[in-house]
């Protein structure tokens, strides 16, 4: 295996994705870095099955190993929305603000032991010999009672951590890698692909002996 492609367009995640990704004995590389642009139809009916449709289709484009990932806020009182739907929420071109705004709305008066949520991500692998491995990663909180904080992105300050006394858009970049549910699924991936390379080597060195 020379490189791995995460599917993704986003640098932000990039750079979070090769952090974490820093000592695996393979680089990986953007999908820009790559060369490849596509189009990618995510009709799954779960983050894993959305996760592992983007790895795939890219897999069986370039004929390369691919991660990708798919992300999500699940909100209990809402039985889960906006789940897989969390980019296009209100329609993908809303802002942020406003969706924040309609959550807040839709959870008016409801005590906080019912405005329990996480953050969901998971992690797909697709290599060309067919395997596909996956990592889920989870931050649990709840949803607050204003909008609050300038760090992040998407339903960050809406998102109230109670252990932190904060919302995930008032931690520090490095605090929200530590906790966030990219972060661990990352870092559980990492173990995966670690162990799966070890378990290549063996056979690599197995066969030699064998010749
Ligand atoms: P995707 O995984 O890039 O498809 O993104 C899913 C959507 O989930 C994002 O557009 C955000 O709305 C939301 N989301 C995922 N992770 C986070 C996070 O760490 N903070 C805030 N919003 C997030």
């Known amino acids: 295996m020379e490189r791995m492609i995460f599917a993704t367009g986003n640098e932000g995640k990039m750079r979070e994705i090769r952090m974490i990704l820093a000592d695996l004995e393979v680089p990986v590389v953007s999908m820009k870095e790559a060369g490849i642009s596509a189009e990618i139809n995510e009709n799954g009916k779960s983050f894993e099955d959305n996760a592992i449709i983007k790895a795939r289709t890219i897999m069986e484009l370039t004929g ?50 019912k405005r329990t949520a996480r953050f969901v991500c998971v992690i797909a692998c697709a290599m060309p010999d067919g395997t596909i491995l996956t ?22 300050p809406v998102f109230y951590l109670p252990d932190c006394c ?16 990219r972060g661990k699924a990352l870092r559980l991936m990492r173990e995966l692909l670690k162990e799966r390379m070890e378990e290549s080597k063996e056979e690599s060195q197995e066969e030699n002996k064998a010749e």
């Open 64 to 113: 390369e190993p691919v991660l990708a990932d798919d992300s999500g806020l699940e909100i209990d009182y809402l039985d889960g929305a906006p789940g897989i739907y969390s980019a296009r929420y209100m329609g993908e071109d809303t802002s942020y603000d406003i969706k924040n705004q309609a959550i807040l709305d839709q959870l008016e008066g409801v005590p906080d032991e």
């Open 135 to 156: 990592s889920r990663g989870t931050m649990e909180g709840i949803i607050g009672h204003e909008i609050r904080g300038k760090n992040g992105f998407g339903y960050d």
């Open 166 to 181: 904060c919302t995930s858009a008032e931690l520090s970049p490095d605090q929200k890698n530590d906790l966030s549910h």
